[in-house]
């Protein structure tokens, strides 16, 4: 065994050979994989951490963007922020993530700082070092694990909603207003807050109101219930569809870019297009129009968000409909034929 004088505690600081307690740390690590809960994991963390630099003396501080859920033990509000600034700079290497004096991890998955682990051992030995990087490899598994857990936690939570809420139409299967709007406002949220990519497409079935006048409204039910379900296919799960009211779909695509959001609205409206509705066996011809919306760091709400989609539904169907047009900066694959005449650095462009 190794032997160092901690000058800070007083005492002698052990750290066992590798070998003595890989076995102790596989075994906690069996029991991280089995959380479910992130309170759970980050005691499994704490233990992990504690076996590795035979110490007691650790604190967690857990992070949500720039806001602190929790720190483990307590410390000053001083200490947590300058521990904090620490695994920031690890996370964009402005800091050395070897330093051997009560050595800080960033517990993070890419970029996204989830959590703090700092050791207090007064100095780790410089012979140490590979202790230092098992303890670095520990931080990265453990960034996956918490990444993980709150994944699931925000699935359960969606499906809660869905099932509290008065979430489905009746008669097409597709989310209601109000389911839409609690899911749509967190994830408008949390993609402004992270930077992360979002996109929506506004749909519109064209001369719906001709339509239901010439074969009745009972016609236009279907039609609508046979988009739906070919949205329903084409779709992800991820992704929330919500009728807007009419002849109004909304289809909102967490972590997606405009370009992807382009394509899938040029799909499905081929879809659509292709499709062979009928009426008492005679072809029905039956098209949609598409406004999408890529978020903007210039948007500052849902609200803005949504009426930009609806912009571009507008252009759509002022070209003649069975189209789709973008609100949004120039992509070079979808290079804009038309620029909306107003003060703004959007421009609109159509397949």
Known sequence: MQTQVNPRHNSKLILKQPSEYYAQVFDTLAQLAHCKTETEAIQIINK???????????????????????VNPRVPPEVSQVLIQQARDILTGKRPSDLTDNPVFAIANEDDLMGVLAIQTGGVPASDLEILEIGHRLSVYTGVVISNIRSRQKLVEDERLLQQSTSADGMTGLSSRRYFFEIAEAEFKRSKRYNRPLSAILVGIDDFNNLNKMHGAHTGDRVLMEISRIFNKELRDSDIRVRMGGEELLILLPETTLRYAQ???ERLRLRIADFPFEVDSVPLPVTISLGVVGLDPSVRSLEEFINNGDHALYQARKRGNNQVAAWGKSIPEYEPVFHIKKETDHRIGFY
């Open 48 to 70: 992990i951490f504690s076996t590795v630099f035979q110490t007691n003396k650790t604190t967690y501080i857990s992070l949500m963007g720039d806001l602190i859920l929790s």
């Open 263 to 265: 394509s899938l609205a």
